[in-house]
């Protein structure tokens, strides 16, 4: 059985940094494009980034490019998000995504199979 597990949320003040994790089993995690989504409560959940399966491709929204960056550890079956220069509407639930296919053109990332439970990420003004 597939799992996402997310960690490395939190409280940070505006202008600090983070990074999330997503460590993976069930399957061959090298053998899979990886993304990060987040979701405002009452809004839709929004794409963030996504990474090729041996990380040669990464693509951003573009509210976050230039300020995260999404990276993989397939020996270690993990996916990051260092997220810098944090602002208050990085505020979400980001989820950790697996399957499908990455992009080089909006929406990026389709076809997802899996989906992590998510982790909170708060930003304070």
């Known amino acids: 059985q597939v799992q996402l597990v997310e960690s490395g949320g939190g409280l940070v003040q505006a202008g600090g940094s983070l990074r999330l994790s997503c460590a993976a089993s069930g399957r061959t995690f090298s053998s899979y494009d990886m993304g990060w989504f987040r979701q405002v409560p009452g809004k839709e959940r929004e794409f963030v980034a996504c990474?090729?399966?041996?990380?040669?491709?990464?693509y951003y929204a573009d509210s976050v490019k230039g300020r995260f960056t999404i990276s993989r550890d397939n020996a270690k079956n993990t996916l990051y998000l260092r997220m810098n220069s944090l602002k208050p509407e990085d505020t979400a639930v980001y989820y950790c995504a697996s399957g499908g296919r990455t992009i080089a053109t909006k929406p990026y990332y389709y076809g997802i199979d899996y989906w992590g439970k998510g982790t909170l990420v708060t930003v304070s003004s």
């Open positions: 990474i090729s399966r041996r990380g040669a491709n990464t």
